[in-house]
Every structure is written in structure tokens, then in C-alpha cells.
């Protein structure tokens, strides 16, 4: 088993956490997005959308997209269970997990790919969607901290799948975007300080 | 159990269609979004983003976001499986239910969002957006094509949930946008063909 990492990218950061956080170590296969080495024809074979993280079984089997890469690692190592157990309890850090990509991670990201310097030839960017997408992470990040309010992480009182990506988002939004927690924002900022104090937020 | 529903939603008829595949029926609440019903105290107490669909537990535990939904269902109804079983097929589907969430679903939500008369009062309307996804969209659709190549469903030789996604996308596409399968792509048109006439199509 391999994977195929993009070192910068927040996607290929919630893999790495995720195993971190399982206390596994895999061998990893850094890929140049700017130099190209993810539109290779061996590449495209393992992933027909050139993207990044991918892992590879020794089989030769492909599975590519973060989360379908966890819920993998996550029924082979079940311990600590970071996509919950049970039907309610999964549910709920799925329905979590999710609002954390769709109410951050993709804003940010977007943002990024409308602004940045390494999109500028791979896409028609529109800075009109960068200021959008900053006003909906700046009121987003005011509903999560009321959520927060008497809970230690996203989903409930463990740390999960759903605090990963979160954390990924936010990494992403301040290193490349100077976008910071409001200091206003106690719950977030608590959040924050204990997710990324966390031995495993740095790999 | 109850299901809080948008008839017209792509998102609230992947769990429809889920739920209908399994032989289940559950009672429906539909919430007019038009008058606001997805913005009273009583409904954000449910969902404080105000979204739909919603699953409300006999003991009110509340469940929102589509795929976390049907993960509830899949856990208590197993069978037929709509997800995989063992770690490497749930990952697969999971994988391609992720690919058609971002490249089909989410596009075009975002062409529905950007030009519908519904949403102008409701965020500011970017028309380049819009062209900008129709191509991504049209470019997806040639990519689906080949990868369909020589199987019958999206992740395999099942039906899953991942062919939910792209089939709630496409209808999508075609009744609010005018979006057709170009005739020329004829695996993508078998497929449409097969899964669009299902007994749980029309849900």
C-alpha cells in the first residue's frame, strides 16, 4: 500500500492526519502537480482525473478521493474510530464531516483557486466569486462556533474525521489566504487551539 | 422516523430514490422553502443551516446532509447494499459517489443557483460562473462516458449510491437546464437509459 500525496494540498493533509491520528505510517509518493507528473499516462491510470491523494493497494487497486481513502483505512484499522461507530453515531460525524467541507473546506479552496497564482493559466478566474466565498466562510465561521458552544470538538466530544477536515480547511484559509478565527469567536478559538496542538496536526 | 423533504431538491430525491431502492417507506414532511418554513425556530432547532433533507429519529435526534442519511439507512436496512460491503468496495463507491457529487451534482446546482430567477433576491448571481460550470459539465460528461466503458453502473457492475448521485444530477440538468447527454456518448446514454427507467426513478 502507497500514497500518493500532494504535500500542499488540504485534501492529501486530511489523509495524513487521518493516519496520524491511527498511528499508521505508509509509504508516500510525493507528485508534482506543476511539473505535471499527475497528467502522466501512468498516472491518469490510477486516477483518471489526475488529482491527488490516491492510494494505491498492493493489489493495484486505485481508490482516489480523501474520504473514500479514510472510510478504507478505517475498516482495516478500526481503533481510534474517527468515523464514529454505530448507525446514529456515524451518521452524525458524516453529516459533520460533510457541512465541514461544504461550509469551508470548498469555499476556501475555491477561493484560492479564483485568486492564486498557480491557477491563473489552469482556469478563467473570477474575483467575484473569491469575495463571495470570503463572506461565506466569514458568517460560517460564526455559526460554527455557536455550534461549538458546550462541545470540545465538531461532532460531540471525541476527535474526529469531521475535526480533520475542519483543521484543513483552516490551515489552508490562514497559510495561503490570511484568513483568521475572529478573536471574538471564543468557541472557535478554543476549538482551534486544542485541534492544532494535537501531535498529529503538523505532518 | 420522518424525512423532511424539497420535492424539487437533487439532494432530497438521492434519498428518496435510496429509500425507494430498499423497499422502504417513511412518512414525509415537505417544508416549503418559498415561505420560509426552512427558516422558522422550530426547523433550525433541527438543522441550523436550514437545509434539506432531514431525518428526525423517534427520539428527535436529527440527521441532515443526504449521504449521511442514507449511511443511517444502509447501517439499519443493509441490504440490497446501495453502499458495498468489505473495505475496498465501500471505498470504491465511495469514491465514485464523490466523483459525481463534484464533478455532476455541485456544478450543477451551481449553473441552477447562479442564473434561477429563485435565487436572485438570495445571493449575488455570477452569469460567468454559470458559463464556466456548463463547460466543466459538458467535459465531465465525456469523461464519464469513457470511464463507463464495458460497465453497466457507475462503480460497477451494481447499482449504488454513486449511481443515485448522477442520476438526481442529471434530472437536474435536464428539467432546470436544458442540459442533455450529447447523443455521440453513447455508454453515458445506455446508462441514463438504464438507471432512468428503474421502478425508483420517479420518486
Known amino acids: 500500500m502507497k500514497l500518493y ?4 494540498s488540504p485534501n492529501a493533509r486530511r489523509v495524513r492526519i487521518f493516519l496520524a491520528e491511527k498511528g499508521l505510517e ?3 509518493v510525493p507528485v508534482n502537480m506543476m511539473t505535471g507528473e499527475n497528467q502522466t ?3 491518469l491510470k490510477k486516477n483518471s482525473l489526475g488529482r491527488m491523494p490516491l492510494l494505491e493497494l498492493d493489489d493495484g487497486s486505485c481508490i482516489s478521493e480523501s474520504m473514500a481513502i479514510c472510510r478504507y483505512i478505517e475498516e482495516l484499522h478500526p481503533s481510534p474510530a474517527l468515523m464514529g461507530s454505530g448507525a446514529l453515531e456515524s451518521a452524525t460525524i458524516e453529516m459533520w464531516q460533510r457541512r465541514m467541507e461544504f461550509e469551508f473546506l470548498l469555499p476556501i479552496v475555491n477561493i484560492f483557486r479564483h485568486t ?3 491557477w491563473k493559466d489552469r482556469m478563467v478566474q473570477i ?3 473569491a469575495d463571495q466565498e470570503r463572506k461565506t466562510v466569514a458568517s460560517r465561521m460564526e455559526w460554527l462556533d455557536s455550534e461549538l458552544n458546550g462541545t470540545q470538538f465538531i461532532a460531540g466530544d471525541s476527535y474526529t474525521v469531521a475535526d ?5 480547511s483552516f ?13 471574538g469567536l471564543k468557541n472557535l478559538n478554543d476549538w482551534w487551539n486544542s485541534v492544532s496542538t ?3 496536526a503538523r505532518v
Chains 1, 2 share one sequence.
Open 164 to 168: 480533520i477536515t475542519a483543521q484543513c
Open 127 to 129: 474575483a467575484e466569486v
Open 116 to 118: 492564486g497564482e498557480m
Open 5 to 8: 500525496d500532494l504535500p500542499a
Open 41 to 43: 499516462d501512468a498516472y
Open 26 to 28: 505508509i509509504p508516500m
Open 198 to 200: 494535537r501531535p498529529t
Open 171 to 183: 490551515v489552508m484559509g490562514k497559510a495561503a489566504l490570511g484568513i483568521r478565527i475572529p478573536a
